[in-house]
Each structure stands twice: as structure tokens, then as C-alpha cells.
């Protein structure tokens, strides 16, 4: 049993390792963005884990892909941006090395739209990032999906840098 579970860890550190590799060394203007804390509550701390305050996942080292729970969306849209992607994935394959794992993935948009239409784009937010998890693999019944539209900011401000924040999805885990 011991030698299963080593070979599943080699698996995913090889995968995750692949994605660092693969991912692309040039950053945008957009991709340096400071970003303030983004804590949703509940039942873990979510937020940017390495605390490097940058948009996006390039140059982002294994660990760093897994500590990312906050994936971003450009406006009026529920589309999972490519860059956004290797930390999905490499939080997906957390998750199905561990059967007991059980995340929350909470929808958010910035405050312009009515609130029903709001709730509706954050749900379709949190949907897509569930997505791209099941197609890896990742077990439905590990996964819960909430929409909080314009409920909880992630700051204060009303200019495109604040909104920009707001447009997200937050993987919360759980259980471990």
C-alpha cells in the first residue's frame, strides 16, 4: 500500500513539476497587479497563499501552484483564464491523491450589475474552475459550488484595479 501511495505522489509531483516547466517566463503589465489579502471566511483560510501579490501563475514554483486558491476572471465573464489554469490543475491533483478532501469552490464579482445577476456570473464562475477539476479527475462529491456574487469584496474600492480583485473564484479546502 505504502508503494501505491509513493508512486501517486511521483505522479503528481511530475505533473506539477511538467506544468511549472511548461509555463511561459514573460509577464504582463496586468500579471504584476498588487493584490490585497482575499479571505472569504469559512472553513480555512483561502487568498493567495505565497503572499506574492501577483495576477496569474507564470514562473510560479510547485509549491506556489498549490498554495494558489484564487483564480480570476476578466469582466462579465465566467471563461478560466489559461494562466489561471496550472494551479487549478495542481490543486486538482491535491485533491484527488486525497479521497477525503472536500473543497468549496466560492463564486465572486465585483459590485456593477443587479444582485441576481451578480449571484448568477459568480456561480458560473465557481461551475467553470469545478470543471476543469472533474476533467482532471477530481470526484464530483469532493466538490461544493457557492455564489456570493457581490457580496464579499475582496476590497473596499470602486475602480477597475479594485474590481479587477472581485472577479474570482476561491478554492476553499475543507477537509484534508
Known sequence: MKIKKLVQVMIVSCGILSLAAC??????????????????????????GDGSGTFGTDGMSPQQLLAKHVYYFDFD???VNDNEKPAIYANADRIMANPRTKVLLE??????????????????????????????GV??????????????LAVP????EDFKQDRRAVLVYLQK
Open 23 to 48: 509555463s511561459s517566463m514573460h509577464k504582463s503589465s496586468s500579471d504584476n497587479a498588487d493584490m490585497a489579502d482575499v479571505n472569504g471566511g469559512g472553513a480555512q483560510s483561502s487568498g493567495l
Open 77 to 79: 465573464r465566467s471563461e
Open 107 to 136: 463564486g465572486h464579482t465585483d459590485p456593477r450589475g443587479s444582485r441576481e445577476y451578480n449571484v448568477a456570473l459568480g456561480e458560473r464562475r465557481a461551475n467553470a474552475v469545478a470543471e476543469i477539476m472533474k476533467s482532471k
Open 157 to 160: 474600492g470602486h475602480n477597475e
Open 139 to 152: 470526484n464530483p462529491d469532493q466538490i461544493r459550488v457557492i455564489s456570493y456574487g457581490a457580496e464579499r
